[in-house]
């Protein structure tokens, strides 16, 4: 299993920009989530979905979307991206619909929006 | 506001010092610990984990960690830190009468270790 993948691993943006943030699991994994990582803050969730065609907000949805039209697949889209963005993306993937379960995290999306 | 506070933001230890990273967390209720690492240029991995029984909770690696529900604490040990061990280390709780979907990250304390 290659587990939790990400793409890019970098990627730069200049302001008002849209992009999406892949996220695909090969673990049949009911629990997908995203999560931005800041200096000094901590890692804040973004979105999540506990199964296909299921999505809800985290702590900090504003500025992104999500959907979930496959079990694999847990893309992050930034409509129109601001320096305030700027951040290193985790994507998060557990076995249940519920977030009980070990979490296990792909290998991160640093993003850079001048 | 319900949340997870790391007090501990940055740590400085010698080799065979012990270690206690402090974690509390505001939600009332059943709640849900974990405590993950980040390793320098790694993913975050799962070091332990407390959903109900014994307080005393062993992981990996020699940590261990203690959930004092009186105190609203889930506060994380080792007793002799190795080099190996310098990482970022996040305390999370999912409180499931508040939501049973998220999981909340506190904001991590940074541990290094000097041989």
């Known amino acids: 299993n290659a587990g939790v993948t990400q793409t890019p691993k970098f990627q730069v943006l200049k302001t008002g920009q849209s992009m999406t943030l892949q996220c695909a699991q090969d673990?049949?994994?009911?629990?997908m989530s995203w999560y931005r990582q800041d200096p000094g803050m901590g890692l804040r969730l973004i979105h999540y979905?506990?199964?296909?065609?299921?999505?809800d907000q985290g702590e900090v949805p504003n500025g992104y979307n999500v959907s979930r039209s496959t079990t694999e697949d847990f893309p992050l889209r930034l409509l129109s991206a601001a320096p305030s963005q700027t951040s290193v993306y985790f994507c998060?993937?557990?076995?249940?619909?519920?977030?009980?379960?070990?979490?296990?995290f792909g290998p991160g999306t640093r993003l850079t929006v001048t | 506001a319900q949340s997870v506070s790391q007090h501990n933001h940055h740590v400085i230890l010698s080799e065979a010092a012990s270690l206690e990273l402090g974690c509390n967390y505001s939600?009332?209720?059943?709640?849900?610990l974990f405590w993950y690492v980040q390793y320098p240029g790694q993913h975050l991995q799962l070091l332990l984990k407390y959903f109900s029984g014994d307080p005393l909770v062993k992981g990996i690696k020699g940590f261990e960690a203690e959930f004092i529900k009186s105190k609203f604490s889930f506060n994380l040990r080792k007793p002799s830190v190795q080099w190996s061990d310098t990482a970022e280390y996040f305390c999370a709780v999912n409180a499931p009468f508040y939501n049973t979907d998220k999981l909340i990250f506190g904001t991590g304390t940074r541990l290094q270790v000097f041989p």
């Open positions: 998060a993937s557990s076995p249940t619909g519920q977030v009980t379960y070990e979490q296990y």
């Open positions: 939600y009332g209720g059943t709640v849900n």
């Open positions: 673990m049949n994994h009911e629990y």
């Open positions: 979905s506990v199964g296909a065609g299921i999505t």
